[in-house]
């Protein structure tokens, strides 16, 4: 069974740039997962999908971030303009129902410069 | 509001014991989760615990008290590779994960 996909890996950006992340989730998973992990924390959740519909984005800073999953499979991740505190590892989740395990992808990790 | 509480930091031998305390204090109690990171890598899940006491899974364990919003993962024989972040979440009454900052765990030889 194919995991989490994620692009790209790594991606270095300037400040006010834009930058978009992609995620396709194990097949047939319903919920998928944007995580924002910055060195030393625990992973933050940036927006919850059920099927192609939002069940939590209470923590997107939605002036600048923006996210979609137009048929409920995969989904993008954009920020713009980006900031200098936007520099994570942006980790994609999906799991099969909504109190399952989580499985994740391996992450983008980006650098504004 | 909401809260999950790990040491940052543990070291330990190789060959070894090591228990990893997480306490969380949340609005409801939906299980416990228990989640491996290597150093640049995502996180891999390590158990699930929803009712009280241990579940063991060949060299990890992992014990929760719901009274005492407890739970504790125990690694034995420790190895070189179980150099990692080990990282606490619960979901709460409304089935959101809410994550701890993760436990570096440093094993020497």
């Known amino acids: 069974e194919a995991g989490v996909a994620q692009s790209p890996r790594y991606k270095i950006i300037e400040k006010r740039q834009s930058v978009a992340f992609w995620c396709n989730p194990i097949?047939?998973?319903?919920?998928l997962y944007w995580y924002q992990q910055i060195l030393g924390q625990g992973p933050k959740l940036l927006i919850q999908?059920?099927?192609?519909?939002?069940?939590?984005d209470s923590q997107l800073p939605k002036d600048r971030f923006s996210a979609e999953r137009l048929k409920g499979v995969d989904s993008t991740l954009k920020i713009q303009p980006a900031k200098l505190e936007d520099s994570a590892v942006y980790l994609c989740a999906s799991s099969s129902k909504g109190a399952g395990e989580l499985f994740f992808g391996e992450g983008s990790r980006l650098t504004v410069l | 509001g909401q809260n999950i509480d790990q040491p940052t930091e543990m070291t330990a031998t190789e060959g070894a014991i090591v228990q990893i305390n997480c306490t969380y204090q949340t609005s409801g109690f939906n299980g416990l989760f228990w989640y491996q990171q290597h150093a640049g890598e995502a996180p891999t899940f390590l158990s699930y615990n929803v009712l009280d006491g241990l579940e063991e899974k060949g060299r990890f364990s992992s014990f929760l008290s719901r009274s005492k919003g407890y739970s504790y993962l125990l690694l034995k024989e420790l190895q070189m590779k179980d150099s990692a972040s080990y990282l606490c979440a619960v979901r709460d009454s409304n089935y959101q994960l809410i994550w701890g900052a993760g436990t570096k765990l440093i094993i020497k030889p």
């Open positions: 999908f059920q099927n192609n519909g939002v069940v939590d």
């Open positions: 097949s047939g998973h319903a919920t």
